[in-house]
């Protein structure tokens, strides 16, 4: 009974007189700023490695610079609606004066292409049916010049032109050149009531 009791009493000093008993092996808090771990357990704040420890054997870990947090992203500020690109343009109604103005410029635009057609018409058809009518312009006789004349003319017969009634001598620019017509004598023109082209002259026969 003695030496039951004896080995728990033994066991118990053994663990009184342990140094793992009698020193505390729990390593320090480390410090916030510390910059490196001694060899001996504590911890330096230099910011040199070279420096740092000394008296402490050394150092045993360097801890690497924390780098400073980030501040926050602005917050971004509220986009405004894009505007459009080609916005619509209103269009007004035109006033009477305007629409009167209008009709006024397209009424003189008309007649001034009326007017040019007749003259052109005169011109390749040949002079009015009036007895003094004007001579067509040189241009267009240059123009007629240069295409062929029917066939069967020749001296002492004139080209009649009915769209005009009008009759033009051999050697002129519209002799047997117009786009209607046949040869016959001029006395023969002249009894058809037919006059000649201002500005020309036949041959005597």
Same mark, same amino acid.
């Given at each position: 009974m003695? /030496?039951?009791?004896?080995? +728990?009493?033994l066991a118990i #000093?053994?663990?009184a007189? *342990?140094p793992?008993?009698?020193q ?6 480390r410090?916030?700023?510390a ?7 504590s911890?330096?704040t230099e910011?040199?490695r070279?420096?740092?420890c000394k008296?402490?054997?050394? !150092?045993? @870990?360097?801890? %690497?610079?924390? %780098?400073?947090?980030e501040?926050?992203?602005? +917050? ?5 609606p894009p505007?459009a690109?080609? +916005?619509? !343009?209103? @269009?007004a109604a +035109?006033s009477?004066t305007? @629409?009167a103005?209008? @009709?006024s410029?397209?009424a003189?635009k ?10 052109? $018409?005169?011109?390749i058809?040949?002079? *009015?049916s009036?007895?003094n009518?004007?001579a ?6 240059r123009r007629?010049?240069r295409?062929?004349p029917?066939p #069967? #003319?020749?001296?002492g017969l004139?080209?009649?032109n %009915?769209a *005009?009634?009008t009759y ?9 050149r117009? /786009? $209607?017509?046949?040869?016959m004598s001029e006395?023969?023109?002249k009894?058809?009531g037919?006059?000649?082209v201002? #500005? ?5 026969q």
């Amino acid at each position: 009974m003695k /030496r039951i009791l004896i080995l +728990p009493a033994l066991a118990i #000093g053994l663990l009184a007189h *342990s140094p793992l008993s009698a020193q505390d092996t729990t390593p320090p808090q480390r410090p916030e700023n510390a910059t490196g771990l001694c060899r001996d357990g504590s911890y330096t704040t230099e910011a040199a490695r070279n420096s740092a420890c000394k008296g402490h054997h050394g !150092v045993r @870990q360097w801890f %690497p610079a924390t %780098p400073a947090p980030e501040p926050p992203p602005a +917050p971004a500020a509220a986009s405004a609606p894009p505007a459009a690109a080609n +916005p619509p !343009v209103s @269009q007004a109604a +035109p006033s009477k004066t305007t @629409q009167a103005r209008e @009709q006024s410029l397209s009424a003189a635009k008309a007649a001034a292409d009326a007017a040019s057609d007749s003259l052109a $018409t005169r011109s390749i058809a040949g002079p *009015s049916s009036q007895a003094n009518a004007s001579a067509p312009n040189t241009a267009t006789r240059r123009r007629m010049a240069r295409k062929k004349p029917a066939p #069967g #003319g020749g001296l002492g017969l004139v080209w009649l032109n %009915p769209a *005009s009634n009008t009759y033009h001598c051999p050697g002129t620019a519209y002799y047997g050149r117009t /786009r $209607t017509g046949s040869y016959m004598s001029e006395d023969d023109a002249k009894a058809r009531g037919a006059h000649i082209v201002s #500005g020309e002259s036949c041959p005597a026969q």
